[in-house]
T-cell receptor, first 117, second 112 residues
């Protein structure tokens, strides 16, 4: 149980275009979803936290107009990279949880590899 | 701010060898501590966790003890297998929307 999927698994786009990444909790309703970015040989960097029906909370240094997050339902969150540029190329990972305690487990998607040409 | 420090690796071991991956942390308050594992081509999955001092988390032969006095959460396994080859992430959470801080990840390669 507790499976999280992401779509697409990889995407290549031209500079200036926008790309949408979906994150779905397949067998549970997620109270909170998280978006991370992972650079090569670096740790996961939390970009934003989103709750269904409310605005996402972005981490310091993350441009909210650049990385649009929509959490439309308890099982779906989307991340849109607007006007993508080569420096946005990265591995984007989402996670979801159905608990509210700090010890509750986050369930991770397999990630989406974005390459901007 | 919160931070997690772990060896980057890669760590290469022969099958049945003893594994230790060190992890130390700095955090305000009393964090929960986690080890996540990422197998090739898959997403991160929880390996084990501990929520208070002296707790021992264990799973699949791996274990780690929450040491508050040394702010450490080292991962150990007595006898590794080829199937344990993966990247291991140490992480902590300090409440408030469960914000999780990850270490850099340690790649483990087990050779037959």
């Amino acid at each position: 149980g507790a499976v999280v999927s992401q779509h697409p698994s990889w995407v290549i786009c031209k500079s200036g275009t926008s790309v949408k990444i979906e994150c779905r909790s397949l067998d549970f309703q997620a109270t909170t979803m998280f978006w991370y970015r992972q650079f090569p040989k670096k740790s996961l960097m939390l970009m934003a936290t989103s709750n269904e029906g409310s605005k996402a909370t972005y981490e310091q240094g993350v441009e909210k107009d650049k990385f649009l997050i929509n959490h439309a339902s308890l099982t779906l969150s989307t991340l849109t990279v607007t006007s993508a540029h080569p420096e946005d190329s990265s591995f984007y990972i989402c996670s979801a949880t159905y608990g509210l305690a700090q010890s509750d487990t986050q369930y991770f998607g397999p990630g989406t590899r974005l390459t901007v040409l | 701010g919160d931070s997690v420090t772990q060896m980057e690796g890669p760590v290469t071991l022969s099958e049945e060898a003893f594994l230790t991956i060190n992890c130390t942390y700095t955090a305000t308050g009393y964090p929960s501590l986690f080890w996540y594992v990422q197998y090739p081509g898959e997403g991160l999955q929880l390996l084990l966790k501990a929520t208070k001092a002296d707790d021992k988390g264990s799973n699949k032969g791996f274990e780690a003890t929450y040491r508050k006095e040394t702010t450490s959460f080292h991962l150990e396994k007595g006898s590794v297998q080829v199937s344990d080859s993966a990247v291991y992430f140490c992480a902590l959470s300090t409440g408030g929307y469960q914000k999780v801080t990850f270490g850099i990840g340690t790649k483990l390669q087990v050779i037959p």
